[in-house]
């Protein structure tokens, strides 16, 4: 079993919709947790971190449940520019990232 | 300012061949971590230096991998004997300090074909 599970997708939206990502990890003592946003052949970039209170960045809504082990990323009124591969990432001892698989999302007009 | 840098940005090697990669960390930051991205999959952790020391080099699939760090800034990955199974992106990213809190910036990445 991989250490951070997520949905590969894809997911086809129309623009201005509301979609919801979801990833699970199996190691509890984990303490830092974030996405990070991947363009078709360029490098992963962060695109928030995910803390147990959970916050918010503009459209995108980032929530944290340590009980389940589950991470959910909501991105709200998709832009066709919000299509990108979206991975879940729980950072590791000595300071390592441990990546989903990432969840593809396409947005269309 | 200057992110990470790569380089090659591509490599075609013949199977067998050995490989070099180069990353130029962000000017100033200690931490800098390797990993391998296979096609549809996520980034996998190979390796991670604070300046020149490797401290973790449990993710290195096979002693066929190298990296080293000598002054503490450049940093290269070596790939003997390259396989097919070898042939992924290859991704360095560095941070400011050994915090763990540290945001990580990545390179663009050296695209590996062993053919």
């Known amino acids: 079993r991989k250490e951070v599970e997520q949905d590969p997708g894809p997911f086809n939206v129309p623009e201005g919709a509301t979609v919801a990502f979801n990833c699970t990890y199996s190691n509890s003592a984990s303490q830092s947790f974030f996405w990070y946003r991947q363009d078709c052949r360029k490098e992963p970039k962060l695109l928030m971190s995910v803390y147990s209170s959970g916050n918010e960045d503009g459209r995108f809504t980032a929530q944290l449940n340590r009980a389940s082990q589950y991470i959910s990323l909501l991105i709200r009124d998709s832009k066709l520019s919000d299509s990108a591969t979206y991975l879940c990432v729980v950072r590791g001892n000595t300071g390592k990232l441990i990546f989903g698989q990432g969840t593809t999302l396409q947005v269309k007009p | 300012g200057a992110g990470v840098s790569q380089s090659p940005r591509y490599k075609v090697a013949k199977r067998g061949q050995d490989v070099a990669l180069r990353c130029d960390p962000i000017s100033g930051h200690v931490s800098l971590f390797w990993y391998q991205q296979a096609l549809g999959q996520g980034p996998e952790f190979l390796t991670y230096?604070?300046?020149?020391?490797?401290?973790?080099k449990s993710g290195l699939p096979s002693d066929r991998f190298f990296a080293e760090r000598p002054e503490g800034s450049v940093s290269t990955l070596k790939i003997q004997r390259t396989q097919q199974e070898d042939s992924a992106v290859y991704l360095c990213a560095s941070s400011l300090s050994e915090g763990l809190n540290n945001e990580q910036f990545f390179g663009p990445g050296t695209r590996l074909t062993v053919l």
């Open positions: 230096f604070q300046n020149e020391a490797q401290l973790d």
